[in-house]
């Protein structure tokens, strides 16, 4: 059974892994994760610089988004990630980075395609990006970042394309582990690299065809799955 410590411990390397790979820097991002049994999700704290963190700086709240442990202020993306737990039940881990390609595709406000089967293996289909958001949802704009989100996912399965490109902002991932979370920024951020390159060698490049991304897909993914080992 997870400890909050050990909760705390791990949310802390979660965040300090997003530097390693390259994928946040200065101040920018976060990663948090959930115990679903006791309600409790844990954070990076607001504006602390990642060579500066540490896993008593994590801060702990409820789903209400009320601190329980921690004297720092949590991140100013909270209200995001406490909707995002809300909304998708399956998921344990949430990371937000704004590393540069996929960034890139959320400012030009264009979902990454999926031209071959290194997105395929990781997304079962196009990267969506989000609608903006309108002067009236400025108010609360964190949680409605997260509103915009799960409006994009009404018709769409989270854990099998488990990240976002917000309008304008960056990208967001998830996961069932903290592991899988960070994983998928990392294969985002690589998928958005390969797709730029793709269509600046060939701006008509055609989306992988639908047959080729399940199979590629379902070799990693679900019951069928067959790569790796047992």
Request: overall charge negative; some cysteine; glycine content about 6%.
């Amino acid at each position: 059974m997870t400890t909050i410590d050990s909760l705390r411990d791990d949310v802390c390397r979660a965040n300090l892994a997003l530097v390693n790979q390259g994928l946040v820097t200065l101040t920018w991002g976060n990663a948090s994760a959930i115990l679903r049994d006791q309600g409790l999700v844990a954070i990076k704290p607001s504006g602390i610089p990642y060579d500066s963190l540490a896993p008593d700086h994590i801060v702990l709240l409820d789903l209400a988004g009320n601190v329980v442990h921690g004297s720092l202020r949590p991140s100013t993306d909270t209200p995001t990630h406490l909707a995002l737990y809300n909304a998708f039940p399956h998921i344990n881990a949430i990371v937000h980075t704004h590393s540069p390609y996929a960034t890139a595709f959320a400012q030009a406000r264009r979902p990454i395609p999926c031209l071959g089967t290194t997105h395929a293996d990781h997304f079962a289909g196009p990267v969506p990006v989000t609608r903006q958001l309108n002067p009236d949802e400025l108010n609360a704009y964190e949680h409605n970042t997260a509103r915009v989100i799960i409006e994009r996912f009404q018709h769409l399965d989270p854990l099998s394309i488990p990240a976002v490109l917000v309008a304008g902002h960056a990208p967001f991932t998830w996961g069932q582990t903290l592991a899988k979370a960070v994983d998928n920024a990392v294969a985002l951020e690589a998928i958005a690299h390969i797709a730029q390159s793709t269509l600046l060698l060939r701006p008509d490049s055609p989306e992988l065809e639908p047959h080729i991304l399940a199979k590629h897909h379902a070799r990693k993914h679900g019951p069928a799955r067959y790569y790796g080992q047992p």
